[in-house]
């Protein structure tokens, strides 16, 4: 199409935006809309993460308490109220899993055996990430083992683990044969974990348990 002055190409361009200029602004407005909204869904999910991240050290820093002096009862306090926070807050993200690791923890020294099992089998089924689910049922065998629930723990141990959880699935069904007196099963599992377990406090302990399946003798 071509124009012979500029009058007829302002009146074309004028016609042309009253036909389409309206769909044009709106659509600008749309990604402009979408693009600041973007923007402070992203602050707004910062400011959320920042607020869960203090609250999660604030327990953590209550769990260092408690590992120094477990009867010290204001620092168990501080970890149940942050961890109740970080569950009612951010209920789906990792940090409320690490709430209740943290609280089975703290159930596991009351020995709550049935508390424990209960927030580590929360944990498993509905994790945030994979290796949640894995943490949460080497520890739940743990409870088991401690509550003799010995079939639940071995279903828990017949579980696929990655390799960076096998060193402790072996030591943990080491743990089983010997509450089972099968001696044999036990001096084997915990030699598998030995080969896996990096020099560790780990490593140490199950040595001082093969150790001691040895002394038994």
């Known amino acids: 199409m071509s124009f012979d002055s500029e009058e007829e190409q302002l009146e074309a361009i004028k016609e042309w935006l009253k036909k389409n200029g309206l769909p044009i602004v709106l659509g600008i407005v749309v990604v402009l809309a979408g693009t600041f909204g973007w923007r402070g869904w992203q602050s707004h999910q910062y400011q959320q993460a920042a607020q869960a991240a203090v609250v999660y050290q604030q327990m ?10 477990p009867d010290d009862e204001a620092a168990a306090k501080v970890v149940q109220a942050n961890a109740d926070r970080l569950i009612e807050n951010w209920d789906k993200s990792a940090y409320a899993d690490y709430a209740r690791l943290a609280l089975a923890k703290q159930a596991v020294t009351r020995n709550d055996l049935d508390q424990a099992a209960d927030l580590l089998q929360q944990v498993a089924a509905a994790p945030a990430t994979k290796d949640l689910r894995h943490v949460a049922n080497l520890h739940l065998v743990r409870v088991c083992l401690a509550a003799q629930q010995l079939d639940q723990a071995e279903t828990l141990l017949g579980l696929s683990y990655p390799e960076a959880w096998q060193g402790e699935q072996f030591e943990l069904t080491g743990d089983l044969a010997v509450q089972k007196q ?23 302990r199950v040595q001082m348990k093969l150790n001691q399946l040895k002394a038994d003798l």
């Open 182 to 204: 099968d001696t044999a099963a036990a001096r084997t599992a915990y030699q598998q974990a030995l080969a896996l377990l990096p020099q560790s406090d780990a490593a140490v």
């Open 60 to 69: 953590v820093d209550g769990l260092q308490r408690s590992a120094t002096n």
